[in-house]
């Protein structure tokens, strides 16, 4: 699952990075620790035809939704069903963006150690782009947009962490993701093994478990909590 991760680009960077039009209106901000229901960046078609950088809310309510009340649970959509469920299939097929990222956050508790958090990013701190959906629910206070994170089976030593990932998107990938598809269910597929080995899998401290916290502490490395892991794993 993706239920935590890190966005710290600035909205100049990222527009750049993503050749998108900025139209985040100067509230995007660094989160070291974003949590469901947080304003995240996200990358969409306009309905003029462009790449924009929005800010939206992580956790899909769909337009039919009588209320954003259980969007804390719509984080994630699954690669396995988003397609077919009632509540994703309409934005995979119409509505997919892009979801910058630095990098997420997995929880691994083995028995008789304390709960290890790790940070999961690129080794050369180039961004993260992971597979998203998003939609706008039209509440009381006007028009809300909404995303959710697709994940996937982990893969390689990603799966000692957690069983699941972020459908993640190499650069090469962006545009079609993006893109009108025929069949947008082959839009699915993993990325690449080679590009999946440039990932890092850093044990980092205990703060990021409150989300009150933030600050680029949260992603620094420690020594992991048990005396026998290495300090630092690699995918693959």
């Excluded at 901000?29 to 992580?58: E, I, M, Q």
């Excluded at 409150?210 to 630092?232: F, I, K, M």
């Amino acid at each position: 699952m993706c239920g935590r991760y890190a966005t710290t680009r600035s909205a100049g960077d990222l527009s750049g990075l993503f050749e998108a039009v900025d139209e985040t209106d100067g509230r995007l901000v660094a989160d070291h620790n974003v949590a469901p229901t947080d304003p995240v960046p996200l990358v969409r078609v306009s309905s003029a035809g462009h790449r924009a950088l929005s800010l939206g809310r992580w956790g899909l309510v769909p337009a039919w939704s009588r209320s954003p009340a259980g969007a804390a649970r719509m984080i994630n959509a699954r690669v396995e069903t988003v397609a077919t469920s009632r509540a994703y299939a309409s934005a995979f097929a119409r509505r997919r963006c892009l979801i910058p990222a630095d990098g997420w956050y997995e929880w691994v508790r083995r028995p008789g150690e304390p709960k290890q958090p790790y940070y999961l990013t690129r080794w050369d701190g180039s961004v993260l782009a992971f597979a998203g959906i998003w939609s706008v629910w039209d509440g009381p206070s006007g028009p809300l947009l909404t995303c959710s994170v697709l994940t996937t089976t982990a893969l390689g030593e990603l799966a000692e962490v957690h069983d699941r990932m972020p459908l993640l998107l190499p650069p090469q990938r962006w545009a079609d993701w993006l893109g009108a598809a025929d069949d947008p269910a082959g839009l699915l597929a993993p990325a690449p093994l080679d590009w999946l080995a440039g990932l890092e899998i850093r044990p980092v401290g205990p703060a990021v478990g409150d989300v009150r916290n933030d600050g680029p502490q949260l992603t620094a490395r420690v020594s992991p909590a048990r005396s026998t892991a290495p300090e630092d794993m690699t995918l693959f």
